[in-house]
């Protein structure tokens, strides 16, 4: 359960994260920022900081326990 819950906190920081820096037509170099279309809206996305964000946010769930 707490993977899950650090799958949707990695998704809110690369949303922000992604958007910010896609918005301003910068890849980010090794954080691999890319649109992507959804329907009518471009999206920005990144799969590295999905990882490396749901993976610290699994990690800070694990120690509050």
């Known amino acids: 359960m707490d993977m899950l819950k650090a799958f949707v906190l990695g998704a809110i920081l690369t949303g922000s994260i992604a958007g910010v820096i896609g918005s301003q037509g910068a890849s980010g170099g090794p954080l691999d920022v890319h649109s992507m279309a959804l329907g009518d809206l471009r999206v920005f ?6 990882l490396a964000g749901s993976g610290l946010a ?6 509050q326990k």
């Open 45 to 50: 996305w990144s799969w590295p900081i999905f």
């Open 58 to 63: 699994w990690a800070l769930m694990l120690l």
